[in-house]
């Protein structure tokens, strides 16, 4: 090969490999409103509903882990079918709301991918947590799997083996596995969630038993959807507290407090850490945020950007 041909194609692997990645300042050219877009959007959703940081958030996580952060989980039926899912993911209708004042600014320029990613930053921000630069450039998928959602979502009965082999099948290690779950200082979950840990559990504080227990009765289906905080303490602030309160064996799901269950245990190291110095929690939060939010983007050529983020047309 004639070694101009040569360069010419060296240019285009690096310009390829250049284009394979997503970047901060993606939008700044094409849609120079979007990220100030989005940031009044959840503010507005956070102050009429609190929990609606808690919602946004962990809609990012379930679209992440379900073939990647590619808003599989905003299509409608699909994954929203899925077992983690149905009857319980929230904020659709809030992310549908910011997509089409985003689209009036800038017409198919936004992914909804890259919607959920910085929403979920707002709302961390919204209620008091740390903050992290999201880069942006995912698109948008053009399906969504059930099947895979029911495989790949951890459901809070399991242990904290199970729970790590899901993580790391994300590329996620113990340390972002403890951090990602202070997620779980903000937010509700039903009674059909935490029920059996209430009931047959020893490792539960008795008091703050009891107080749960008045809302979740123990025949199954009595009182299913009542909610109650995952944080006892400070339910709607982004906080450290999750940690400390599973010190005092009043995590909420049975997959909370199998993180402090054995004494000198991996995971009670590093929740000793996080419950004793909120700063390293912050910043562990926000580097495995930006760890999950790089899971297996669709880059262009691939995926597309969604005009309705329910809908793949
Ligand atoms: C470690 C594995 C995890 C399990 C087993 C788990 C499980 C759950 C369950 C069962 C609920 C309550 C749902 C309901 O009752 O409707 C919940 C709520 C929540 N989860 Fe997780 N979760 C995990 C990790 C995460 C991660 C990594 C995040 C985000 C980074 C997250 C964010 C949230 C939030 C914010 C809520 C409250 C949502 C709301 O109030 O609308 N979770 N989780």
Not at 72 to 80: I, W
Not at 215 to 220: E, G, K
Request: with cysteine; net charge neutral; charged share 20%.
């Amino acid at each position: 090969m004639a070694s101009s041909s040569l360069s010419v194609v060296l240019l285009l692997c690096l310009a390829a490999a250049a284009s394979a990645q997503i970047s901060p300042t993606f939008y700044d050219a094409s849609c120079p409103v979007a990220l100030a877009t989005i940031k009044s959007g959840v503010a507005a959703a956070v102050s009429s509903d609190p929990r609606m940081a808690a919602s946004l958030l962990r809609l990012h996580f379930h679209d992440c882990f379900v073939q990647g952060c590619d808003a599989s989980v905003l299509l409608a039926g699909n994954e929203r079918n899925a077992f983690g899912n149905v009857g319980s993911l929230r904020g659709f209708d809030v992310i549908e709301k910011i997509k089409s004042d985003v689209e009036r600014a800038c017409k198919r320029v936004v992914s909804c991918a890259d919607i959920l990613a910085v929403a979920a930053r707002d709302s961390v921000v919204a209620v008091g947590g740390p903050s992290w630069t999201v880069s942006l450039g995912r698109r948008d998928s053009d399906t969504a799997s059930e099947t895979l959602a029911n495989r790949d979502l951890p459901p809070p009965s399991l242990g904290v083996a199970d729970l790590n082999t899901r993580f790391a099948a994300k590329g996620l290690n113990l340390t972002d596995m403890v951090a990602l779950s202070g997620a779980h200082t903000i937010g509700r979950a039903q009674c059909r969630n935490f029920r059996s840990r209430l009931y047959n559990e020893a490792n539960i504080d008795p008091d703050f038993a009891t107080a749960r227990m008045a809302t979740c009765p123990q025949p199954l289906g009595s009182g299913d959807g009542n909610l109650a905080p995952l944080d006892a303490t400070t339910p709607d602030t982004f906080n450290n507290d999750y940690f400390v309160n599973l010190k005092l064996n009043k995590g909420l799901l049975h997959s909370d407090q199998v993180l402090y269950a054995v004494a000198g245990g991996a995971t009670e190291e590093i929740i000793d850490g996080f419950a004793s110095n909120p700063d390293a929690f912050s910043n562990a939060f926000a580097a495995a945020m930006v760890k999950m939010g790089n899971i297996s983007p669709l880059i262009f050529p691939q995926g597309l950007i969604r005009r309705t983020c329910s809908k793949t047309t």
